[in-house]
């Protein structure tokens, strides 16, 4: 995803999550054109408009040889383009006319060896780069070289591979060669008046090749001649296409958006750079007019058109708002019936390969979830549907051509996953779930691969997990599917192996970390057994130290925004509660005070990016809350006050965030009240009060979990109960089997069983005479089941009966497990008996006779998702009340108090 948790990459196509999703790789990122010839081998080159020079007769390099209508032959042997007399021809050449020399001829070998790697379909490899680079020495760029040399020789050496950073070599001959091109092109661009020979597809040539080079590595910071150079360039790719004579052709349209969205997405900032988006506005207007034009010269070709809505897409995800650029919604829009037409046609021709139609999924996702509504949109309806076809035809097909590399793969199954998460509903769209179904088994397939080329990368492993989690936590059942299953475990092993592998190229982003562990914590909250899938526990430990080291960073690229981090502490909480050992797990709670640490920094910082939204808030403090003494009550405090002050001041906050911050700050109440041993009031306390009139206003058609919340709320303000909970009885057999031994020990002593004391969650055992309660506590009561650590539920239970007036003694099942050791329990109550008077006075007790069954708190089991990676808002309440009936006999969630 997602981001994202997708979030598609840089290089190829992803979602954005930032905490984006995946990012991508247009189609035809790859191709632009070579002077007029484009640098697809298979693509006709145009032949270009000879102009008069006393000097050359000759014609541009890429095309002059070829008319239109004729594929560009590969040249075969390297070694026949680079011979010494071909490298004393040229030097000659240059020297002979000096600045009269307009560099055609360094063009057309700069085309030459563009056309040999066409032929050979790869980039120049170690052995030809270093071959070339004495030739490249002797390549003296001039600012006299006309308009067409420059941009031929900057796009063919571009495309060729020679300007590739970091895989082959790229060192000190490439950078001053290409640094003396950017220097020329920067001078013709700033002419005052406009250069004769500057022209649209030119322009189209060198901006692809701009983006290109930033595609393949070279960092736009660090090569500010190129960022100048496109700056140059803009209000030429403006000014044509705003002019009444059409210049640019559908394929040079595509390739300028392509070229803009992929700069953009490498680091060219929207905002710093006001020509960019009046260059953009001006584009779509032409890729609009042609879309809607029944001229066949202006149609678009498959790749362009999944291309020219992969780019919208893509500058939509980086800061271009569909809300404010109008155009972009109808350039959208009018798109939408050619996706439709050739997605349905039986045409070969109009088809779309299995990477165009992955990109186009991912488009639209990307477009919905920013804003692109799909009720408002009709055709887009039709659209998705059409395309989920392809993908489903594709994966099935036995035809190699028809395979989705794992890239798409991992896109495909992002986008659906954004799709739904945006109102796409499963059970409505039947075709959704066939995809998923049918994508699910290459997943698995892939991952268990030992060819390398099939290996997801760290994005892509990363996006998988969200999408699965996201489509379970969507109805997708896990029981009901055994293949996604089979997925999730098949990933697993990358994960962690990626984690703790010390090469760079496997090391996961922050987004990715974040995106990771929130969707393990997801399936396991959707039913996967942490106890039976070992790999996963064997992931997320692989996983935290780098939760610790980016927490703890100084590089401002490693901190998790505030999203990342509120959903990892999410996650941690989620884990915990489902069964990861806090103890055994190594680095979980530094990882813990390290995010903590990072809410503090965030909540306190002046600038809005840092500032947590409301729901973040709110998730914030369940998952603290939920962590109970797993976390230093110092720390507890310094991070509740630093975030608790947004919660009153914002009247615009959900029911649902009302209700887990309201919890979230009684649990932290209870813990304060529990470990200071005294009625001494915390300064968050005032808080409860605000959030439960909030709460209480809204009191009719309540949910279940939502009244007991309610009830607590108002007896820790010794205020009167003004909903009736309903708690469902459940007696275990550890208790029901504790409550005779001890009836039996002592014969007189009442024992009353299941009492809900003052509308709260019923005790276990109610001793009435002494004012004593006792509550038998399973592992559901601790944090991790290590029957030690108590978590929030537990603790807010045992402080709100303490307030009450009662003496209350939690006893750990673990102690009841022996006959002996339980003799030792009974004799400590019997002892504790004799020492204590009798109560006098009785505590009014709620006249029914309920259990609390799931713990009292199932609130404490939620938890959302924003996303992008990455969150998608679920129904925490509600989800609450369905859980308990699986585990009922066993998750009785009563409160701990050593044995006495």
């Known amino acids: 995803m997602d981001r994202g948790g997708g979030g598609i990459r840089q290089k190829y196509t992803t979602s954005g999550n930032d905490y984006k ?26 032949t270009y408009l000879q102009k008069r020079n006393e000097y050359h007769p000759a014609s541009d390099a890429c095309s002059a040889n070829h008319p239109p209508g004729h594929s560009i032959k590969p040249v075969h042997g390297f070694n026949a383009l680079i011979t010494p007399e071909k490298m004393d021809w040229l030097a000659g050449i240059s020297a002979r006319y000096g600045d009269l020399y307009d560099g055609r001829n360094h063009g057309q070998f700069a085309c030459s060896i563009k056309r040999y790697t066409s032929g050979s379909k790869r980039p120049l490899n170690h052995s030809e780069q270093r071959q070339l680079i004495p030739l490249l020495h002797a390549f003296k760029v001039t600012p006299w070289w006309s308009w067409r040399s420059l941009t031929t020789t900057l796009h063919s050496f571009t495309s060729a591979g020679v300007f590739t950073p970091h895989k082959y070599g790229y060192g000190e001959t490439q ?13 013709k661009c700033n002419q005052k008046t406009e250069a004769s020979d500057i022209d649209a597809q030119g322009i189209a040539n060198l901006l692809w090749a701009s983006a290109k080079l930033v595609d393949n590595g070279l960092v736009l910071e660090k090569v500010p001649k190129l960022k100048e150079a496109v700056a140059a360039l803009l209000p030429h790719v403006q000014t044509k296409a705003e002019s009444k004579v059409d210049h640019y052709n559908p394929q040079e349209v595509t390739n300028l958006l392509w070229a803009v969205a992929k700069l953009v997405g490498n680091g060219l900032k929207l905002e710093k750079m006001p020509k960019l988006k009046e260059t953009v506005t001006a584009l779509l207007h032409h890729v609009k007019t042609k879309a809607e034009s029944k001229k066949e010269k202006d149609h678009f070709k498959p790749q362009e058109v999944a291309n020219l809505l992969w780019a919208m897409a893509k500058l939509v995800d980086n800061g271009l708002k569909l809300e404010k650029t109008p155009k972009l919604k109808e350039t959208v ?43 408002k949109t009709v055709m887009l309806k039709e659209v ?13 097909s036995k035809e190699e051509k028809n395979h989705f590399i794992p890239q798409n793969i991992a896109n495909l199954l992002w986008s659906v996953a954004k799709l739904v998460d945006n109102g796409l509903k499963l059970e409505k769209a039947v075709k959704l779930r066939e995809v998923a179904a049918a994508l699910l088994p290459h997943v698995q397939t892939k991952a268990e691969s030992k060819d390398e080329k099939d290996h997801f990368i760290p994005q892509d492993a990363a996006n998988l997990l969200w999408a699965l989690a996201k489509l379970v936590d969507n109805g997708l059942k896990l029981d009901k599917m055994p293949k996604l299953k089979e997925a999730v475990a098949a990933l697993l092993p990358h994960v962690k192996t990626k984690a703790e592998s010390k090469d760079e ?21 959707n ?64 990882a813990v005070a390290a995010l903590l640490s990072r809410v503090q920094t965030k909540a306190k910082a002046k600038e809005e990016k840092d500032h947590f939204t409301l729901q973040e808030v709110a998730n914030l403090l369940w998952a603290v809350a939920k962590l109970g003494e797993a976390t230093e009550l110092s720390l507890v405090q310094s991070t509740f006050d630093s975030l608790v002050g947004r919660i009153s001041k914002n009247s615009q906050r959900s029911q649902q965030d009302i209700l887990m911050s309201l919890w979230g700050v009684m649990v932290f109440c209870a813990r304060f009240y529990l470990d200071s041993g005294s009625n001494d009031k915390n300064p968050l306390e005032k808080h409860i009060g605000e959030l439960y009139s909030r709460l209480e206003n809204a009191c009719p058609g309540s949910t279940e979990v939502q009244t007991v919340i309610i009830a607590m709320a108002a007896s820790w303000l010794g205020r009167a109960c003004p909903v009736a909970p309903h708690y469902q009885i459940s007696i275990s057999e550890s208790q029901a089997n504790f409550r005779d031994q001890l009836q039996s020990s002592f014969p007189s002593l009442k024992i ?70 339980m003799k030792i329990v009974i004799e400590q109550i019997k002892a504790k008996l004799a020492v204590l008077p009798k109560a006098h006075g009785s505590v009014s007790l709620n006249s029914s006779e309920w259990v609390a069954d799931e713990a009292y708190f199932t609130a404490d089991d939620g938890g959302q998702f924003s996303d992008d990676c990455y969150f998608t808002a679920e129904e925490y309440l509600e ?12 998750r009785k969630k009563p409160v701990k108090i050593a044995a006495c």
């Not at 109009?350 to 992955?358: M, N, T």
């Not at 998705?384 to 099935?396: D, N, R, S």
């Not at 009561?781 to 108590?790: A, I, N």
Request: charged residues 30%.
């Open 527 to 590: 039913g996967l057994k942490l106890e039976k899938m070992p790999k996963l526990k064997e992931a997320v430990a692989a996983l935290l130290p780098h939760v610790k080291n980016k927490a703890e960073s100084k590089e401002e690229k490693d901190h998790f925004n505030t999203q990342g981090t509120a959903n990892l502490l999410w996650a941690l909480a989620t884990l915990v509660d489902n069964g990861l050992e806090l103890e055994k797990t190594v680095k979980l709670k530094e």
């Open 752 to 821: 009353e069983e299941e009492k809900s004391l003052n509308s709260l969650p019923p005790v276990d055992l109610l001793l009435p005479d002494y004012n004593m309660v006792i509550d038998v506590q399973g592992p559901f009561h601790y944090v991790s089941g290590d029957f030690k650590t108590r978590n929030g539920s537990t603790l807010l239970k045992i402080a709100l009966l303490q307030k009450l007036g009662f003496e209350v003694i939690e006893i750990p099942l673990n102690k009841l497990w022996k006959q002996d050791s």
């Open 384 to 396: 998705v549907p059409a395309l989920l076809y392809h993908v489903k035809t594709k994966v099935e």
């Open 333 to 375: 829009t009018a798109l939408l019936p050619h996706v439709k037409t050739k997605a349905e046609s039986i045409e070969e021709k109009d088809c779309f390969k299995p990477q165009e139609v992955a990109n186009l999924i991912w488009a639209l996702a990307k477009l919905v979830s920013n804003g692109l509504e799909l009720e």
């Open 21 to 46: 999703q995946p990012d991508d790789h247009a189609c035809n990122s790859g191709s632009g054109q070579c002077r007029y010839g484009t640098v697809r081998q298979v693509d006709a080159p145009r």
């Open 505 to 525: 190229k496997d090391h996961f982003k922050r987004q990715e970390v974040a995106n990771l562990l929130w969707a393990m914590a997801k399936l396991v909250d």
């Open 175 to 187: 950078a001053a060669l290409l640094s003396t091109l950017l220097d020329a092109l920067i001078l």
């Open 879 to 890: 989800e609450q009340t369905k859980k308990p009936k699986k585990r009922k006999r066993k």
